[in-house]
């Protein structure tokens, strides 16, 4: 094999961490691949770090220990992670949105490959140090968001069925409150889907009255698992008090009113006002 | 700003590149975030080229013409693609995946980011020359593969419900024959999702018999679209002749079974070939 230049190795290294992110990689990978020098590889990896850093383009950390490595996180600086959710918020703010009841259409973006891995990155940067061993969905909407932060977070998703399902196996159902006006539904998880002692992330599109998330934190407890967190995209202002504590959201939805056709949609408070920070 | 070097610009752009599968970025973005003249910049494009080849990563494609530029596209080699999806098969072919019924248990692979990322790169590059504008499936299991699918070819992914939902507004809903036995069931799909003379790529992560996928392409006939494909992770061998033609499966189920606590899954002939031809 030729001589693998530096230039070369770090594109190579570069499109190899984006694509696994939080997944700690071996100097000794790199160095069977590019056949160079553990010492080569550090220099290499200290270049990148400046220049992802430098382009606002995530997190590269060296792990040290009998498992060390390198670790790419793809954290947004907290002006680009607000600037993304104010876009979204002006993206679902158009009247054309506006549905039969007080609906947002969301459906479209939420299934928007570019805008959803931005959704996940913004998400996934909050929940690093919980540690979770998986993020936790309900059927339907929520799933692209969930995918794309158990993604960033290098871990597997696990999806809520509103049913059992003959090809999931066993499963274990349990009754919730859905929708402000309180109807009792079922939600199933399959037996298999996790295991006990490990730790979930709950992630959701929308939330109200909380009932789902309440719902999908109670499954947990069935499975002998801790919640680290529940986040979702977009939460109603009111009620303000909810069904479950702690819920972080990317969106605040202050207010949808069909007879004067507007939306109002901001940023929640955590994002702008960490942006503020930032800056100042 | 400080004179950025090759050696930074190139693991940038890699970065830049990678996040957006299947966009053209015009050279004139780079020159503004790095400060470079075009003619530089071409050279890089070129290195980048040459390393993402070498080392398998994917295909870099300069695009001339007044909206061109450069474009990223996640196509594995034939022998990675049939690599990988043989390493699918063994995963799902472990008796524990058995369930009642001749069921194989995939919930899980279906929702690990790293493993479905590699199916939408070894699909979507199924399906650039047939340029779709969306990525249709149906809910729930397919959808973490439809989305990873849209991310590669850089298109958006819809979705088609179980049943109409106030929050996705007027809907088009049709019936179709469920499973082998033939059950009637409803999907829907909300009137703004999707356009009349685009063209769908229609992705599922299982087909026995085909209806549900002979459904969708019934409901892009409502709306006036074109279905350039229809691709499933996994078929059955039987029947062999679905309600639908033209189908590619990455993945062949040649038999369940209970008794003797066996599964039997392989890739597809048309990756077998594939990758065969390349090593020759």
Chains 1, 2 share one sequence.
């Not at 969905?137 to 999806?159: D, F, R, S």
């Not at 929308?206 to 939460?235: I, K, Q």
Request: charged share 25%.
């Amino acid at each position: 094999m030729d001589r693998i230049r530096r230039n070369e190795r770090l594109a190579a290294m570069t499109r190899i961490l984006v694509e696994s992110p939080n997944k700690i990689l071996t100097l000794g990978t790199f160095c069977e691949m590019f056949g160079a020098a553990k010492s080569t590889l550090s220099e290499d990896i200290d270049i990148l770090r400046g220049v992802f850093a430098q382009f606002h383009l995530g997190q590269l950390d060296t792990v040290t220990g009998a498992a060390g490595g390198v670790r790419y996180r793809p954290v947004p600086s907290a002006e680009d992670a607000h600037l993304w959710v104010k876009e979204l918020a002006q993206m679902l703010s158009t009247p054309d949105r506006l549905l039969p009841g007080g609906f947002i259409y969301m459906a479209d973006i939420l299934a928007m490959p570019e805008q959803v891995e931005r959704m996940g990155a913004v998400i996934a940067a909050q929940y690093y140090r919980a540690e979770p061993d998986f993020v936790l969905t309900m059927e339907t909407k929520g799933i692209p968001i969930a995918m794309m932060t158990a993604k960033m977070l290098g871990v597997p998703m696990v999806i809520v069925r509103r049913d059992s399902k003959v090809y999931e196996g066993p499963a274990v159902n349990i009754n919730y409150l859905s929708g402000s006006g309180g109807r009792v539904e079922t939600m199933s998880l399959s037996r298999r889907a996790v295991k006990e002692g490990q730790r979930a992330l709950i992630i959701d599109d929308f939330m109200r009255a909380g009932g789902t998330a309440r719902g999908m934190v109670d499954m947990m407890r069935e499975f002998s698992v801790t919640v680290v967190g529940v986040c979702v995209l977009a939460a109603t202002q009111e009620p303000v008090r909810k069904r479950i504590d702690g819920v972080k959201s990317l969106l605040v939805i202050e207010g949808a009113d069909e007879n004067s056709s507007t939306i109002s949609i901001r940023p929640s408070a955590w994002l702008t006002s960490a942006a503020e920070k930032s800056k100042a």
